[in-house]
Protein backbone atom coordinates (compact mmCIF):
# COMPACT_ATOMS: atom_id res chain seq x y z
CA UNK A 1 0.00 0.00 0.00
CA UNK A 2 1.24 3.16 -1.21
CA UNK A 3 0.93 5.15 2.26
CA UNK A 4 1.80 8.63 0.99
CA UNK A 5 -1.06 8.85 -0.71
CA UNK A 6 -3.21 9.28 2.51
CA UNK A 7 -5.96 11.05 0.43
CA UNK A 8 -6.73 7.99 -1.17
CA UNK A 9 -6.41 5.87 1.34
CA UNK A 10 -9.96 4.21 2.75
CA UNK A 11 -9.14 3.93 6.71
CA UNK A 12 -12.57 2.09 7.80
CA UNK A 13 -11.53 -0.44 5.53
CA UNK A 14 -7.66 -0.89 6.87
CA UNK A 15 -9.52 0.00 10.56
CA UNK A 16 -11.81 -3.04 10.10
CA UNK A 17 -9.25 -5.37 8.75
CA UNK A 18 -6.56 -4.44 11.78
CA UNK A 19 -9.93 -5.13 14.30
CA UNK A 20 -10.76 -8.50 12.93
CA UNK A 21 -7.03 -9.32 12.73
CA UNK A 22 -6.76 -9.94 16.45
CA UNK A 23 -2.72 -8.72 16.46
CA UNK A 24 -1.45 -5.83 17.53
CA UNK A 25 -1.52 -2.68 15.90
CA UNK A 26 2.45 -1.98 15.17
CA UNK A 27 2.66 -5.93 14.34
CA UNK A 28 -0.33 -5.32 11.62
CA UNK A 29 0.93 -2.49 10.35
CA UNK A 30 4.59 -4.01 9.37
CA UNK A 31 2.32 -6.85 7.62
CA UNK A 32 -0.04 -4.53 5.79
CA UNK A 33 3.01 -1.94 4.92
CA UNK A 34 0.73 1.18 6.49
CA UNK A 35 2.29 3.90 8.17
CA UNK A 36 2.06 3.13 12.14
CA UNK A 37 1.64 6.33 13.24
CA UNK A 38 -0.67 6.92 10.64
CA UNK A 39 -3.03 4.60 11.62
CA UNK A 40 -2.52 5.13 14.94
CA UNK A 41 -3.69 8.72 14.54
CA UNK A 42 -6.66 7.06 12.79
CA UNK A 43 -7.42 4.65 15.25
CA UNK A 44 -6.66 6.79 18.48
CA UNK A 45 -6.58 10.70 17.50
CA UNK A 46 -9.59 10.82 15.38
CA UNK A 47 -11.75 9.49 17.93
CA UNK A 48 -10.50 12.15 20.57
CA UNK A 49 -10.99 14.81 17.92
CA UNK A 50 -14.49 13.61 17.06
CA UNK A 51 -15.41 13.43 20.68
CA UNK A 52 -14.24 16.14 21.83
CA UNK A 53 -16.41 17.82 18.89
CA UNK A 54 -19.19 16.34 19.21
CA UNK A 55 -18.98 16.96 23.45
CA UNK A 56 -18.60 20.79 22.95
CA UNK A 57 -21.60 20.86 20.93
CA UNK A 58 -23.72 19.30 23.17
CA UNK A 59 -22.39 21.74 25.91
CA UNK A 60 -23.45 24.40 23.75
CA UNK A 61 -27.16 23.17 24.41
CA UNK A 62 -26.83 23.30 27.81
CA UNK A 63 -28.47 26.77 29.74
CA UNK A 64 -26.97 28.58 32.38
CA UNK A 65 -28.97 30.08 35.43
CA UNK A 66 -27.32 31.90 37.54
CA UNK A 67 -27.16 31.26 41.43
CA UNK A 68 -28.84 33.71 44.15
CA UNK A 69 -26.01 35.28 45.28
CA UNK A 70 -25.92 37.40 48.62
CA UNK A 71 -24.39 39.96 48.83
CA UNK A 72 -20.64 40.68 49.80
CA UNK A 73 -19.76 41.59 52.37
CA UNK A 74 -16.05 43.87 52.69
CA UNK A 75 -14.59 43.68 55.71
CA UNK A 76 -11.38 42.54 57.20
CA UNK A 77 -10.53 42.07 60.88
CA UNK A 78 -6.69 43.49 62.29
CA UNK A 79 -5.32 42.07 65.47
CA UNK A 80 -2.27 43.79 66.38
CA UNK A 81 -1.59 42.38 70.12
CA UNK A 82 -4.58 42.54 72.65
CA UNK A 83 -6.62 45.28 70.06
CA UNK A 84 -9.05 43.76 67.33
CA UNK A 85 -9.85 46.58 64.52
CA UNK A 86 -12.80 45.97 61.55
CA UNK A 87 -11.73 47.49 58.38
CA UNK A 88 -14.84 48.01 55.81
CA UNK A 89 -15.46 50.32 53.01
CA UNK A 90 -16.35 53.12 55.41
CA UNK A 91 -13.28 53.15 57.35
CA UNK A 92 -11.04 56.12 57.35
CA UNK A 93 -7.54 55.01 56.13
CA UNK A 94 -5.99 57.92 57.61
CA UNK A 95 -7.15 57.52 61.28
CA UNK A 96 -6.25 53.57 60.48
CA UNK A 97 -2.91 54.56 59.63
CA UNK A 98 -2.33 56.57 62.92
CA UNK A 99 -3.97 53.75 65.34
CA UNK A 100 -1.67 50.91 63.77
CA UNK A 101 1.52 53.32 64.36
CA UNK A 102 0.59 53.68 67.97
CA UNK A 103 -0.40 50.14 68.19
CA UNK A 104 3.27 48.83 66.82
Given at each position: MDTNA???????????????S???????????????????YQMYDAKKYKTHHQSTKAASLIKVIPAKQEPVKNTIDINIGKASITVDDSTNLQLLSKVMEVLA
Open positions: TNNINWDKLKKQYKEGIGLKRWCELNNVSFNKMK
